[in-house]
């Protein structure tokens, strides 16, 4: 079975320019999430899809950054216009989501380093 | 609001020593614990997972974690250092409210990089 796999792996960008990042959960997860850990801080949450629906997009931390999970499938995250503050590592998680089971595990992609120059 | 501290962002060990990493955490309803370890150039990956029942909690690699209420912590530990051990380890507590039934967000520490001495 294949994990998350995450594109790209690493993204050098000036500021004011444009990145959408992906992520590909592992097939027939319905839980995907993404977090982002700056330099040296903790991982911190951006937000959670069930399916194709945004469950939680507490953690967003300005309308630059928009999620998308098309079809329930795959999710990108676009970053647009970034700034220097936006650097760090982009993780993405996902679950099954059994009825019932509220702690399922969470299998992490190895993140998108993303620098903003 | 849930919060992870992790005492020591660097600690180094020699080979076949006891690992010992350190996570007190506050949370004010009863917490789900987890620790995840990364290894260079991979995704996080569960070590191990507390959720209810049995304190002591055994995980891949020989790991384990006690969850101590009274004090807070869910150390983790394990009893002989091996070189594959360096990595760097995150303790993460789990937000489960009644409103968001389902969303398992974590919360994490700062991480801590383990170094093993040969």
């Known amino acids: 079975e294949a994990g998350v796999t995450q594109f790209p792996s690493h993204s050098v960008i000036e500021k004011g320019q444009t990145v959408t990042l992906r992520c590909d959960p592992i097939?027939?997860?319905?839980?995907l999430y993404w977090y982002r850990r700056v330099m040296g801080k903790e991982i911190k949450f951006l937000l959670h899809?069930?399916?194709?629906?945004?469950?939680?997009e507490s953690g967003m931390p300005n309308n630059r950054f928009l999620a998308e999970r098309t079809g329930g499938t795959y999710s990108t995250l676009k970053v647009q216009p970034a700034e220097l503050e936006d650097s760090g590592v982009y993780f993405c998680?996902?679950?099954?989501?059994?009825?019932?089971?509220?702690?399922?595990?969470?299998?992490f992609g190895p993140g998108t380093r993303l620098t903003v120059l | 609001a849930q919060s992870v501290t992790q005492l020591g962002s660097h600690v180094s060990v020699s080979e076949g020593a006891l690992v010992l990493l350190r996570c007190n955490y506050s949370?004010?309803?009863?917490?789900?614990l987890f620790w995840y370890v990364q290894y260079p150039n991979q995704g996080l990956q569960l070590l191990l997972k507390?959720?209810?029942?049995?304190?002591l909690v055994k995980g891949i690699n020989g790991f384990e974690a006690e969850f101590k209420k009274s004090e807070t912590s869910f150390h983790l530990t394990k009893p002989s250092a091996h070189m594959s051990d360096a990595a760097e380890y995150f303790c993460?507590?789990?937000?489960?409210?009644?409103?968001?039934?389902?969303?398992?967000?974590?919360?994490f520490g700062t991480g801590t990089r383990l170094t093993i001495i040969p």
């Open positions: 899809f069930v399916k194709e629906s945004k469950q939680d």
């Open positions: 097939s027939g997860h319905d839980n």
């Open positions: 998680a996902s679950s099954r989501g059994l009825a019932g089971d509220i702690f399922d595990t969470q299998y």
């Open positions: 949370s004010s309803v009863p917490p789900y």
């Open positions: 993460a507590v789990s937000d489960v409210e009644g409103s968001n039934f389902g969303n398992e967000k974590l919360t």
């Open positions: 507390y959720t209810t029942g049995a304190t």
